[in-house]
């Protein structure tokens, strides 16, 4: 493959753009050529094959790509089991759901005994019933799932669901997540050769990196030194806070930390309730 490393990305829908602004973000300037299957980065070697979602596991598997950008849905769905997940990347969320209409009496997988269930997911809902011990019929469709129950095509529906404002509109109500997903970093089987494996490791740790800098913030603030112990409670997903004097005070100090979760303005007035001034919370761009 002439030294160079192929990331299957999708080529247009929901995880196209987000796939590409990650590539970016961890520093890989592609080049957005007239070629419409192969993207170039300019300052690695490695060329973004662009393809549908649901080919990605495939590719990947057979060593057509190297890496992939897919749901954790398709891989389910359409892969082998044989790619490896390396990283889930913080996008594309979405929970794969059985829902039936309003006046459907629920009472747990039972319920669904001997009904038609419309779905793009018949693997994956296959394995689902077969794990809640539920015999059912599945009916494959391409798309627009949602609207089987009302062309009686099928008694309730398994589709992805991520605002649920599609559920709503064909008064559906989610009953069952059968899995929850989000798009993920995948590789091929096998080992790289020598001449890929550096490019593969540095593609796994930058995208670490950004993923791990997405929603961490830098927060700084000054605190009495008592309510240390408190303040490192209160900070999310921050390991131990780095902790400086401030001149001419001998009972305060300056607190910095990295949070890994959201900071919210909730945790800023436990943080001022805790003795805390001049908070400052700060975004992160890149981290190792
Ligand atoms: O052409 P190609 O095959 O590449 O794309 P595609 O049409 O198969 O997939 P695409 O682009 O629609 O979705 C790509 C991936 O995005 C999916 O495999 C999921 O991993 C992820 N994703 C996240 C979603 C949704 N959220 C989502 N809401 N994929 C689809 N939906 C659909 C869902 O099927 C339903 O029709 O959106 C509707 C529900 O949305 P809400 O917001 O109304 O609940
Ligand atoms: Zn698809």
Same mark, same amino acid.
């Given at each position: ?19 590409? /602004?990650?590539? &970016? ?10 070629? &419409? ?12 094959? =662009?393809?549908?979602? *649901? ?9 057509? /790509?190297?890496? %992939? ?25 979405c929970e794969?759901r059985?829902a039936?209409?309003?006046?459907? *009496? ?7 005994? %001997?009904?038609?269930?419309? @779905?793009?997911?018949?693997? @994956? ?23 089987? $129950? ?9 589709d992805l669901v991520s !605002?649920g404002?599609t559920l ?6 989610a009953? &069952? ?11 091929? $089987? ?8 550096? @490019? ?5 740790? =930058?995208?670490?990196?950004? +993923? ?23 900070? $999310?997903?921050?390991?131990? $806070?780095?902790? !400086?004097?401030?001149?001419? +005070?001998?009972? /305060? ?15 800023? &007035? ?19």
């Amino acid at each position: 493959m002439s030294g160079r490393l192929r990331i299957a990305v999708q080529k247009s829908g929901r995880l196209a753009e987000r796939s590409l /602004a990650i590539v &970016e973000a961890a520093g890989f300037r592609v080049i957005k050529g007239a070629n &419409e299957l192969f993207y170039r980065v300019e300052n690695a070697p490695i060329d973004l094959l =662009r393809v549908r979602d *649901d080919d990605i596991p495939t590719f990947v598997e057979d060593g057509v /790509a190297d890496f %992939g950008i897919v749901g954790r849905n398709v891989l389910e769905e359409h892969g082998q089991g044989a790619s490896v997940e390396i990283m889930p990347l913080g996008f594309g969320r979405c929970e794969l759901r059985i829902a039936a209409p309003s006046a459907f *009496d629920y009472r747990g997988p039972n319920s669904l005994r %001997g009904l038609r269930i419309a @779905t793009s997911y018949p693997k @994956t809902l296959a394995r689902f019933l077969e794990r809640v011990g539920v015999d059912a019929e599945i009916v494959a469709m391409r798309g627009a799932v949602e609207v089987a $129950p009302r062309l009686k095509l099928a008694h309730v529906i398994c589709d992805l669901v991520s !605002t649920g404002a599609t559920l709503e509109a064909n008064a559906l109500i989610a009953v &069952e997540t059968v899995m929850k997903s989000e798009a993920v970093l995948i590789r091929r $089987p096998g080992v790289f050769d020598a001449e890929l494996a550096q @490019t593969a490791e540095s593609i796994a740790q =930058r995208f670490r990196g950004v +993923s791990a800098s997405q929603g961490a913030k830098y927060v700084m603030m000054n605190a009495p030194k008592a309510s240390l112990a408190q303040i490192s409670r209160i900070l $999310p997903g921050a390991g131990a $806070p780095t902790v !400086t004097p401030l001149v001419g +005070s001998d009972d /305060a100090v300056a607190v910095h930390a990295v949070c890994q979760e959201s900071v919210f303005w909730e945790t800023l &007035e436990k943080l001022r309730g805790a003795g805390a001034s001049a908070i400052l919370v700060l975004p992160i761009e890149k981290m190792m």
